[in-house]
Protein backbone atom coordinates (compact mmCIF):
# COMPACT_ATOMS: atom_id res chain seq x y z
CA UNK A 1 0.00 0.00 0.00
CA UNK A 2 0.98 3.61 -0.75
CA UNK A 3 2.05 5.62 2.23
CA UNK A 4 2.37 8.72 0.92
CA UNK A 5 0.36 10.47 -1.35
CA UNK A 6 0.98 12.95 -3.50
CA UNK A 7 -2.25 13.48 -5.94
CA UNK A 8 -1.08 16.30 -7.71
CA UNK A 9 1.09 15.24 -10.24
CA UNK A 10 1.68 18.40 -11.74
CA UNK A 11 0.79 22.13 -11.23
CA UNK A 12 1.38 24.83 -13.35
CA UNK A 13 1.00 28.66 -12.13
CA UNK A 14 1.44 31.99 -12.84
CA UNK A 15 4.15 33.86 -10.92
CA UNK A 16 3.18 35.86 -7.40
CA UNK A 17 0.17 32.84 -7.34
CA UNK A 18 0.05 31.17 -4.10
CA UNK A 19 0.41 27.55 -4.61
CA UNK A 20 -0.34 24.70 -1.92
CA UNK A 21 1.06 21.09 -2.71
CA UNK A 22 -0.83 18.23 -0.96
CA UNK A 23 0.52 15.20 1.13
CA UNK A 24 -1.24 12.87 2.46
CA UNK A 25 0.19 9.69 4.43
CA UNK A 26 -0.50 6.46 6.17
CA UNK A 27 0.67 4.80 9.17
CA UNK A 28 -0.37 3.31 12.13
CA UNK A 29 2.51 4.52 13.88
CA UNK A 30 2.29 7.53 16.84
CA UNK A 31 5.71 8.29 16.37
CA UNK A 32 6.60 9.24 12.96
CA UNK A 33 8.36 12.07 10.71
CA UNK A 34 7.09 13.50 7.66
CA UNK A 35 9.51 15.68 5.05
CA UNK A 36 9.14 18.22 2.30
CA UNK A 37 12.21 17.72 -0.05
CA UNK A 38 12.44 20.05 -3.55
CA UNK A 39 14.20 18.49 -6.50
CA UNK A 40 15.57 21.42 -9.16
CA UNK A 41 16.48 20.93 -12.67
CA UNK A 42 19.82 20.33 -11.21
CA UNK A 43 18.88 16.76 -9.58
CA UNK A 44 19.29 16.43 -6.48
CA UNK A 45 16.78 16.82 -3.21
CA UNK A 46 16.95 19.61 -1.44
CA UNK A 47 15.52 19.11 1.96
CA UNK A 48 13.05 21.70 3.59
CA UNK A 49 11.66 20.81 6.70
CA UNK A 50 11.11 17.83 8.89
CA UNK A 51 7.84 17.70 11.47
CA UNK A 52 7.41 14.59 14.23
CA UNK A 53 4.28 13.65 14.62
CA UNK A 54 3.75 15.37 17.91
CA UNK A 55 4.10 18.48 16.47
CA UNK A 56 1.18 19.85 15.11
CA UNK A 57 2.30 23.26 14.77
CA UNK A 58 2.32 25.11 11.45
CA UNK A 59 5.80 26.34 10.49
CA UNK A 60 6.00 28.89 8.47
CA UNK A 61 9.46 30.04 6.47
CA UNK A 62 9.33 32.79 4.50
CA UNK A 63 7.09 32.20 1.53
CA UNK A 64 7.07 28.44 2.75
CA UNK A 65 4.65 27.30 5.12
CA UNK A 66 3.62 24.00 6.47
CA UNK A 67 -0.06 22.77 7.45
CA UNK A 68 0.32 19.53 9.38
CA UNK A 69 -3.22 17.95 10.41
CA UNK A 70 -3.38 14.71 11.96
CA UNK A 71 -6.90 14.11 11.56
CA UNK A 72 -6.88 14.16 7.93
CA UNK A 73 -3.36 12.29 7.67
CA UNK A 74 -1.68 15.65 5.57
CA UNK A 75 0.96 17.58 5.35
CA UNK A 76 0.07 20.48 2.68
CA UNK A 77 3.20 22.95 1.78
CA UNK A 78 2.13 26.26 0.60
CA UNK A 79 3.98 28.85 -1.73
CA UNK A 80 3.11 31.97 -1.63
CA UNK A 81 3.79 34.43 -4.43
CA UNK A 82 5.16 32.16 -6.61
CA UNK A 83 8.57 32.57 -8.09
CA UNK A 84 10.04 30.94 -11.35
CA UNK A 85 12.86 29.72 -9.12
CA UNK A 86 9.88 27.71 -7.26
CA UNK A 87 9.85 25.52 -10.19
CA UNK A 88 10.91 21.93 -9.19
CA UNK A 89 9.61 18.48 -8.40
CA UNK A 90 8.59 18.44 -5.01
CA UNK A 91 8.23 15.32 -2.81
CA UNK A 92 6.79 14.66 0.62
CA UNK A 93 7.98 11.15 2.94
CA UNK A 94 7.32 9.44 5.71
CA UNK A 95 9.81 8.33 7.83
CA UNK A 96 8.30 5.42 10.44
CA UNK A 97 11.26 4.83 13.62
CA UNK A 98 9.38 1.87 14.71
CA UNK A 99 9.95 -0.06 11.15
CA UNK A 100 12.73 1.10 9.51
CA UNK A 101 14.69 3.92 11.14
CA UNK A 102 16.86 4.24 7.61
CA UNK A 103 14.16 4.32 5.38
CA UNK A 104 11.78 7.49 3.79
CA UNK A 105 9.01 6.49 1.99
CA UNK A 106 8.55 8.90 -0.41
CA UNK A 107 5.57 9.92 -2.75
CA UNK A 108 5.59 10.13 -6.19
CA UNK A 109 6.19 13.61 -5.95
CA UNK A 110 4.49 16.96 -7.90
CA UNK A 111 6.02 18.89 -10.27
CA UNK A 112 5.33 22.59 -10.31
CA UNK A 113 5.80 24.92 -13.14
CA UNK A 114 5.85 28.87 -12.26
CA UNK A 115 5.55 30.44 -15.41
CA UNK A 116 6.46 34.57 -15.61
CA UNK B 1 26.06 22.61 -4.03
CA UNK B 2 24.97 20.49 -1.17
CA UNK B 3 28.46 19.26 -0.81
CA UNK B 4 28.06 15.74 -2.24
CA UNK B 5 28.90 14.81 -5.52
CA UNK B 6 28.64 12.14 -8.28
CA UNK B 7 30.04 10.96 -10.83
CA UNK B 8 29.54 10.70 -13.69
CA UNK B 9 26.41 12.84 -14.42
CA UNK B 10 25.28 10.54 -17.21
CA UNK B 11 26.34 7.05 -18.53
CA UNK B 12 25.15 5.21 -21.43
CA UNK B 13 25.92 1.38 -21.12
CA UNK B 14 24.94 -1.79 -22.84
CA UNK B 15 23.49 -4.51 -20.88
CA UNK B 16 26.77 -7.00 -21.33
CA UNK B 17 29.06 -3.53 -19.98
CA UNK B 18 30.67 -3.49 -16.56
CA UNK B 19 30.37 0.37 -14.71
CA UNK B 20 30.93 2.09 -11.91
CA UNK B 21 29.13 5.33 -9.88
CA UNK B 22 31.04 7.02 -7.53
CA UNK B 23 29.85 9.72 -4.97
CA UNK B 24 31.55 11.87 -2.63
CA UNK B 25 30.80 13.76 0.07
CA UNK B 26 32.37 16.56 1.52
CA UNK B 27 30.59 17.09 4.77
CA UNK B 28 32.32 14.92 7.60
CA UNK B 29 28.89 12.14 7.42
CA UNK B 30 29.04 9.12 8.65
CA UNK B 31 26.51 7.35 6.54
CA UNK B 32 26.26 7.32 3.05
CA UNK B 33 22.90 6.13 0.54
CA UNK B 34 22.15 4.73 -2.98
CA UNK B 35 18.43 5.73 -3.92
CA UNK B 36 17.18 4.76 -7.43
CA UNK B 37 14.75 7.08 -8.89
CA UNK B 38 12.93 5.85 -12.04
CA UNK B 39 10.51 7.45 -13.86
CA UNK B 40 7.27 5.50 -12.91
CA UNK B 41 8.00 5.01 -9.55
CA UNK B 42 8.44 6.96 -6.39
CA UNK B 43 12.01 7.38 -4.45
CA UNK B 44 13.50 3.92 -3.83
CA UNK B 45 16.24 3.48 -1.12
CA UNK B 46 18.69 0.62 -2.21
CA UNK B 47 21.63 0.47 0.26
CA UNK B 48 22.87 2.06 3.42
CA UNK B 49 26.49 2.24 5.08
CA UNK B 50 27.05 3.83 8.58
CA UNK B 51 31.14 4.22 9.03
CA UNK B 52 31.58 1.87 6.34
CA UNK B 53 29.30 -0.86 7.17
CA UNK B 54 26.16 -1.68 4.98
CA UNK B 55 23.39 -1.70 7.23
CA UNK B 56 20.53 -1.87 4.92
CA UNK B 57 19.85 -3.78 1.49
CA UNK B 58 16.47 -3.03 0.41
CA UNK B 59 16.13 -6.09 -1.71
CA UNK B 60 18.30 -4.95 -4.46
CA UNK B 61 19.26 -7.60 -7.26
CA UNK B 62 22.89 -8.72 -7.24
CA UNK B 63 23.47 -6.73 -10.62
CA UNK B 64 24.27 -3.52 -8.45
CA UNK B 65 27.07 -3.97 -5.90
CA UNK B 66 27.67 -1.12 -3.12
CA UNK B 67 31.02 -1.00 -1.86
CA UNK B 68 32.01 1.48 1.05
CA UNK B 69 35.84 2.23 1.59
CA UNK B 70 35.12 4.95 3.54
CA UNK B 71 32.83 7.13 5.21
CA UNK B 72 33.61 9.54 2.59
CA UNK B 73 33.35 7.64 -0.94
CA UNK B 74 30.74 5.20 -2.07
CA UNK B 75 30.72 3.33 -4.93
CA UNK B 76 27.51 1.39 -7.08
CA UNK B 77 29.21 -1.16 -9.54
CA UNK B 78 27.11 -2.02 -12.24
CA UNK B 79 27.22 -5.37 -14.61
CA UNK B 80 24.72 -7.10 -16.40
CA UNK B 81 22.03 -4.22 -16.24
CA UNK B 82 18.54 -4.49 -18.07
CA UNK B 83 16.82 -1.91 -19.73
CA UNK B 84 14.44 -1.27 -16.57
CA UNK B 85 17.34 -0.55 -14.48
CA UNK B 86 17.71 2.65 -16.35
CA UNK B 87 17.33 5.96 -13.95
CA UNK B 88 18.50 8.27 -11.93
CA UNK B 89 20.39 7.20 -9.30
CA UNK B 90 21.03 9.65 -6.12
CA UNK B 91 23.57 9.56 -3.30
CA UNK B 92 22.77 11.09 -0.22
CA UNK B 93 25.20 11.09 3.29
CA UNK B 94 23.65 12.14 6.52
CA UNK B 95 25.80 12.69 9.87
CA UNK B 96 24.01 9.61 11.36
CA UNK B 97 21.30 7.24 10.37
CA UNK B 98 18.53 8.34 12.50
CA UNK B 99 16.35 10.38 10.29
CA UNK B 100 14.38 11.44 13.36
CA UNK B 101 17.59 13.86 13.29
CA UNK B 102 19.95 13.46 10.39
CA UNK B 103 18.90 15.40 7.74
CA UNK B 104 20.18 13.41 4.75
CA UNK B 105 22.05 15.52 1.63
CA UNK B 106 21.55 14.18 -1.81
CA UNK B 107 23.90 14.81 -4.69
CA UNK B 108 22.87 15.51 -8.09
CA UNK B 109 22.47 12.07 -9.52
CA UNK B 110 23.90 10.03 -12.09
CA UNK B 111 21.34 9.85 -14.91
CA UNK B 112 21.81 5.52 -16.04
CA UNK B 113 20.54 4.55 -19.35
CA UNK B 114 21.20 0.66 -20.22
CA UNK B 115 20.44 0.00 -24.13
Known amino acids: AQKVTQAQTEISVVEKEDVTLDCVYE???????LFWYKQPPSGELVFLIR??????QNEISGRYSWNFQKSTSSFNFTITASQVVDSAVYFC?????????????FGAGTRLTVKP | ETGVTQTPRHLVMGMTNKKSLKCEQH?????MYWYKQSAKKPLELMFV???????ENNSVPSRFSPECPNSSHLFLHLHTLQPEDSALYLC??????????????FGPGTRLTVL
Open chain 2, 92 to 105: ASSIGTALSTDTQY
Open chain 2, 27 to 31: LGHNA
Open chain 1, 51 to 56: RNSFDE
Open chain 2, 49 to 55: YNFKEQT
Open chain 1, 27 to 33: TRDTTYY
Open chain 1, 93 to 105: ALSEPSYNNNDMR
